[in-house]
C-alpha cells in the first residue's frame, strides 16, 4: 500500500478540494471535525491548521493538534486524520488522541488501519505512547480499525444524547 501521511500544502488544494468536495457531497458528517474547515480561502485554512500544531490562536479548552492528510503515490487524498496532543476532560471521554476519516470512494481498502497505522507513529515521535482512539458503537468498521491496530477496550462513554462511545487505548512500544 503505497500511502503516506503529509501536512497541509497549498501545493495539494486540488487534491484536497476533490477530497472535501465528495465528502460533502455524501451528506455524512465530516469527520475527523478538522476536514469541516471552509476551505474557501484555502490558504488561510492551511495556515489555522499550521498555526494550531504550534498553539497559535487555539479556542478556549482546546489543545494543539497536528493535521495530516493521507494520499497516494498519485496524489490523490485519500483521508485525513487529526492528532491530538494532549487531552482534555472532553477529549478522554469523547474524541481521544487520533480522528481519522477516509473518503467515501475509498473505505473498504485498508485505508483506515494504514492511516491509524501511520498516525501511531507521529503519536511516538510526540512521546506519547499510551494513546487513546475512539468511536461511536454503531461504528464497527472503526472499532475493527483500532482492534487491528492493537485497541484494548476500555469502558464505554455514554455522551448526553445517549451516543455511546467505545474507547480504546493503544500502547506503543
Given amino acids: 500500500m503505497n ?3 503529509v501536512k497541509p500544502t497549498i501545493e ?3 487534491e484536497y ?5 465528495e465528502w460533502g457531497g455524501s451528506g455524512e458528517e465530516f469527520i475527523p471535525w478538522v476536514i469541516g474547515k471552509d476551505p474557501t480561502d484555502f490558504g488561510e485554512m492551511v495556515k489555522e491548521l499550521q498555526n494550531a500544531e504550534k498553539g497559535i490562536g487555539l479556542r478556549p479548552g482546546w489543545v494543539p493538534d497536528t493535521t495530516y492528510w493521507l494520499v497516494n503515490s498519485e496524489r490523490r487524498v485519500l483521508g485525513a486524520v487529526n492528532i491530538r496532543h494532549d487531552l482534555t ?3 478522554r ?6 480522528g481519522y476519516g477516509i473518503r467515501p470512494s475509498e473505505r ?4 483506515a488501519t494504514k492511516v491509524l497505522e501511520l498516525s501511531l ?3 511516538k515521535a510526540l512521546e506519547i505512547n499510551k494513546v487513546l482512539v475512539v ?5 464497527v468498521g472503526s472499532e475493527k480499525t483500532i482492534l487491528n491496530n492493537g485497541g484494548v477496550r476500555d469502558e464505554d462513554y455514554v455522551d448526553e444524547n445517549g451516543n455511546v462511545v467505545r474507547r480504546f487505548w493503544i500502547e506503543i512500544s
Fill in 93 to 98: 471521554n469523547v474524541g481521544g488522541h487520533i
Fill in 3 to 5: 500511502v503516506r501521511l
Fill in 121 to 123: 507513529v507521529k503519536m
Fill in 89 to 91: 476532560e472532553h477529549l
Fill in 12 to 14: 495539494l488544494q486540488d
Fill in 108 to 111: 473498504k481498502k485498508g485505508f
Fill in 135 to 139: 468511536c461511536d458503537e454503531v461504528n
Fill in 17 to 21: 478540494m476533490s477530497f472535501y468536495e
